[in-house]
C-alpha cells in the first residue's frame, strides 16, 4: 500500500494542537511514516526571553511524548524553530517533501471571519501539499470519510490523500450542481439532460476511484457515490448530517496575484462550519 511517508504537525502547545498531534502520531504509526512536531516560537523577542520560552517549548513537547498511547508511539523528531510560524512550516514541508501537514483548528470556533489570516488558514491558502485540520479527539482511524468532488485537479488530490490517510474507510463521494438558468419551457430538458451527464459524471467518478484504489492498494469497502442537485454548502452540509463522517476531504483550486487572498470560499466554509476534521488538497 502506497503509505504516507512524512507527516509534519505544527503545535502551538494548546489543547487544539494536542489533538493535532494525537492524531498525526496515530497516521504515522500507521504508516510507519517519519514524524516530525513543530513548535515556531514568535521572532522579535530578546535573547533571554527566546531561549526561555524555547526550553519551554521543547520541555512541553518532551511531556506531550512521554504520554501518546504507547501503540502511537513512534519514532518522532521534536523541534522548535523562531519565525513567522505559517513561513516556518511551509518551508519545512518543502524541505522534508511532506506527505501531509497536520495542523489543529484555529481558536475562535465558528467565526468565520476570524479564520481568514489564521496560521491554519494561511497554511491551507499556500500549501502545495495536503493539509490536514483537525478538530477532534483522535479516539481511533478514520472510519468514515466524505469527499467533496467537482471533478477538478484538486478534489482528485483530496480523494487520493484520503485514500491514504484512510485506507480503509466506508467512503463517500459527494458532487453537487447548479441548473444553469434557462428559460420555463426547457427547464425540463435541461433537467434530463443533466441527469444524462451526472450519470456518465458518477460512472467516470466510480473508474476513478477503483483505479485509484488499485494504485494505492488500499482495500475499502466499495464507495458511495451521491450527485446531488442544489447549492454545494448545503448538499455537503446536509451529507454530513446523514453520512456523519469523521473526516471530510475536498479540494481547492491553485490561485496567483492578489486572487490568493483567500482560500477558496466552500473550502473556507467547510474548514470553519464542518465538526468534522477536513483534510484539503490544492490543486
Known amino acids: 500500500m502506497a503509505n504516507l511517508q512524512d507527516i509534519l504537525v505544527g503545535t502551538d502547545l494548546t ?50 511524548y512521554a504520554f501518546l498511547p504507547e501503540s502511537d508511539r513512534g519514532a518522532a523528531s521534536l523541534r522548535v524553530e523562531t519565525g513567522e510560524p505559517f513561513a516556518v512550516l ?9 506527505d501531509l501537514i497536520v495542523l489543529g483548528q484555529p481558536g475562535k470556533k465558528g467565526l468565520k471571519e476570524l479564520f481568514v489570516g489564521t496560521t491554519t488558514e494561511r497554511v491551507v491558502r499556500h500549501a502545495d501539499r495536503p493539509v490536514l485540520v483537525v ?24 480523494m487520493r490523500s484520503a485514500l491514504r490517510v484512510a485506507p480503509v474507510a466506508d467512503l463517500l463521494l459527494v458532487h453537487a450542481w447548479l441548473l444553469p438558468p434557462v428559460g420555463f419551457a426547457s427547464t425540463k430538458a435541461a433537467e434530463e439532460e443533466t441527469a444524462r451527464e451526472n450519470e456518465l459524471l458518477a460512472q467516470r ?79
Open 205 to 283: 467518478l466510480s473508474r476513478q476511484v477503483q483505479d485509484t484504489m488499485i494504485e494505492l492498494g488500499s482495500q475499502p469497502s466499495a464507495p458511495r457515490i451521491q450527485m446531488a442537485m442544489g447549492n454545494p454548502f448545503f448538499v455537503l452540509r446536509d451529507a454530513i448530517a446523514s453520512f456523519k463522517p469523521d473526516l471530510l476531504a475536498m479540494g481547492t483550486h491553485a490561485r496567483s496575484g492578489i486572487a490568493i487572498a483567500m482560500v477558496g470560499s466552500l473550502a473556507r466554509e467547510m474548514l470553519v462550519e464542518a465538526p468534522c476534521d477536513v483534510l484539503v488538497a490544492r490543486a
Open 135 to 158: 478538530k477532534q479527539p483522535a479516539k481511533e482511524p478514520y472510519r468514515r470519510v466524505l469527499v467533496a468532488t467537482d471533478f477538478s485537479e484538486g478534489a482528485a488530490r483530496a
Open 90 to 98: 511551509l518551508a519545512q514541508a518543502r524541505e522534508r517533501d511532506t
Open 15 to 64: 489543547e487544539r494542537s494536542e489533538r493535532a498531534m494525537a492524531r498525526a502520531a496515530q497516521l504515522g504509526r500507521a504508516s510507519h511514516a517519519s514524524l516530525t512536531v513543530l513548535h515556531v516560537a514568535e521572532a522579535g523577542l530578546s535573547v533571554p526571553v527566546r531561549d526561555r520560552r524555547r526550553v519551554l517549548a521543547e520541555e512541553s513537547l518532551r511531556d506531550w
